[in-house]
């Protein structure tokens, strides 16, 4: 993933998106930063996904009598990973300032 800011690449387990809390830093620039996933590409990844798994994946663990079910969890774990996006989160404090 890239950072907003400095373009920076920042990986999804590294220390800096490990942090608690919804705003990070990022290591380079210092400046805050936000996961966030969208519907919009949750759903583009997700059809694709799913269409992958019933037609190609589940016949081929059947034969390798792999447990589908947790294969299926840890697959559709996968995309939603995968829709995630670093966004900047600078201007997050506006935000909330000019809703309360
Ligand atoms: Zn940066």
Redesign the pocket.
């Known amino acids: 993933m890239r ?1 907003p ?4 690449v920042i990986r999804l387990f590294s220390k800096a998106l490990n942090k608690w809390g919804r705003v990070k830093e ?1 290591p ?4 805050k ?1 936000k996961l966030s996933s969208s519907v919009k590409s949750y759903v583009l990844f997700f059809i694709p996904a799913s269409i992958t798994h019933v037609l190609f994946l589940k016949p081929y663990l059947a034969a390798l009598s792999i447990d589908g079910g947790s294969f299926a969890l840890f697959w559709y774990v996968m995309v939603l990973l995968l829709t995630f996006r670093l966004v900047d989160a600078e201007d997050d404090f506006d935000i909330v300032s000019r809703r309360f």
């Open positions: 950072c800011h400095c373009d920076a990022c380079c620039c210092q400046k930063i």
